[in-house]
């Protein structure tokens, strides 16, 4: 079964970057597409990104095109979460999870266990 760890959250002034990472464990890790997904306080978790299981093809929700960049090195089991011009409205929980593909960006698999981040000055 797939296990993935999220880490890289944090403390960040609106207008900075982080980078998140997606870890996983387990078999046939480059067969999976994997999705970014965030939770606000109050607030529906949402999908943010996702990325096939290549690498080759990649989506965005419209409140983070041309800010955040999806990315993965399968020799490396990781997915990675590029995050530029961080906005106050980005604090959240992210999590990565398995999808069912890259294009619907559904959730396949289970949750990790998060990783926070605040964007506050």
């Known amino acids: 079964q797939l296990q993935l760890v999220e880490s890289g959250g944090g403390l960040v002034q609106p207008g900075g970057s982080l980078r998140l990472s997606c870890a996983a464990s387990?078999?046939?890790?480059?067969?999976?597409?994997i999705g970014w997904f965030r939770q606000a306080p109050g607030k529906e978790r949402e999908g943010v990104s996702c990325?096939?299981?290549?690498?080759?093809?990649?989506k965005y929700a419209d409140s983070v095109k041309g800010r955040f960049t999806i990315s993965r090195d399968n020799a490396k089991n990781t997915v990675y979460l590029q995050m530029n011009s961080l906005k106050p409205e980005d604090t959240a929980v992210y999590y990565c999870?398995?999808?069912?593909?890259?294009?619907?960006?559904?959730?396949?698999?289970?949750w990790g266990q998060g990783t926070q981040v605040t964007v506050s000055s």
């Open positions: 387990g078999f046939t890790w480059d067969y999976y597409a």
């Open positions: 990325i096939s299981s290549s690498g080759g093809n990649t």
């Open positions: 999870a398995a999808v069912d593909s890259w294009y619907n960006c559904a959730r396949a698999g289970s």
